[in-house]
């Protein structure tokens, strides 16, 4: 197998737009400047050969990237230490600042294979994500962008994103722009990230906590240039919880609440996947487990920031649990019930407060292999057609760097859910198990009723 680079392409935003002023890092921003890029692939069906790409696609999939930029420049801007200020972090614009796209072949797999639910290599998927450039002295653009083809059987758009830049509400906001080719007014994004309030002070918090930025990106950028040997050994799969599995557990844990409880989609696919993961590890007694996962807090803001709001605006929250709770019988409704009531309960926090006591616990997530959720079935990742229907499968990659599970819609419209998860062969074959099962049980109860 052989990945083939065609073409490197340096996109600007058009029209050509002069350099504009610096947006300071909110701290809900800068929380995440030393984490690793969002990276988000979407396959595609394109039964055609690589040249039909390039002569007929390209052009057109470039130039609505150069006019989606016009509105989201700060993507194709420099993440940098404010020269104003020694505790300050800023995206800068400069006139000409530009996006890195790559434009490759592969050869040496199947198409459908590496598109699939079925555990596939991780190594390999990763050959599909584009590196984010960092300069020498610790600058970094926010937004890389790669292409693959597979010809005559389809293609891969992959982005990754510096969570620092946006969240995944903002960055499904430009790709569905981007893929739109067109922006209306009503939905250009607000770029005022003056309207995060720090109410606890929590940005000067931070920043002193951490070393140098400088010396940290430079750390990061040495570890995105070697490919950890422990890849080898990796898979990834997507497993799927259709509607009515879904509707059954909700039934499940609302019966055992007794009372108002936020019971999503969300809140009893997450503990279900927490306990089969649990399960699968062997974990039981009075070992703690940790879960932790974030929110939109948008509407949550006071006041309340608009839905178009593009940076940073998530609540966080890590709970805990001890595995014999988890894996008993109810577990999962006793999980589930937890996570909603901690939902429930973040509506009385202020999103400072919140973070404040997620950061606290974050090292003890870290350290024990605690589950957390990246992405969200209300992205609608699925809905986003660049000209060639909707995408056949939707990986996101870098939940490897902190173990998390991905979420999305199920591609069925169904109401089900599509769960994403990295593991090492041995580990995979064991949750799989510990997965169906579960299904398998549900189906039972499900036929009973």
Known sequence: MALRVIQEIQVSPSPPLPSQPSHVLSFLDFIWLFSS??????????????????????????????????HFYPLSGT???????????????S????????????NGDDFRNLSGHNPRDFKILRMLVPKIPISADGEITPLAVQVTLFPN????????????????TGSMQFIKAWARGAIDESEAPLLDRSLVRDTRGLQQKLFKDLPGCADLL??????????????????AATFLLSGKEIG???????????GSLHCSAFVVTSAYVWACLVKSRGECGDTVVFFGFVV???????????????????GSSILEMKAGELVAAGGVEVAAVEIGRRIDGLHALDVGEGLEMAINSYEKLTRSRGLSVAGSPKLRVYETDFGWGR????????????????LAESRDNDGGLEIGMVLSIEEMDAFRAEFETGRIHLCEIFNKN
């Open 37 to 70: 890029p969002v990276e988000r692939l979407f396959f595609y069906d394109f039964p055609h050969p690589t040249s039909h790409f390039m002569d007929r696609h390209l052009p057109a999939f470039t130039r609505s990237l150069s006019l989606a930029l016009r």
């Open 79 to 93: 993440i940098r230490r404010s020269p104003a200020s020694e505790d300050r972090v800023e995206i800068a614009y």
């Open 95 to 106: 006139d000409g600042d530009s996006v890195s796209v790559t434009i490759a072949e592969f």
């Open 153 to 168: 059987q389809g293609l891969c758009v992959a982005f990754a994103v510096h969570h620092a830049a946006c969240d995944g």
């Open 218 to 235: 430079k750390e990061r950028q040495q570890k995105q240039s070697t490919a950890p040997p422990e890849l080898s050994r990796l898979v």
């Open 248 to 258: 059954l557990l909700k039934k499940r844990v609302e019966e055992r609440a007794a």
């Open 296 to 314: 939109d807090w948008r509407s949550r803001m006071v006041p309340a920031l608009p839905k178009n709001y593009f940076g940073n605006c998530l």
């Open 391 to 406: 995408p056949t499968k939707v990986e996101l990659t870098s939940i490897i760097e902190t173990g998390a599970m991905s």
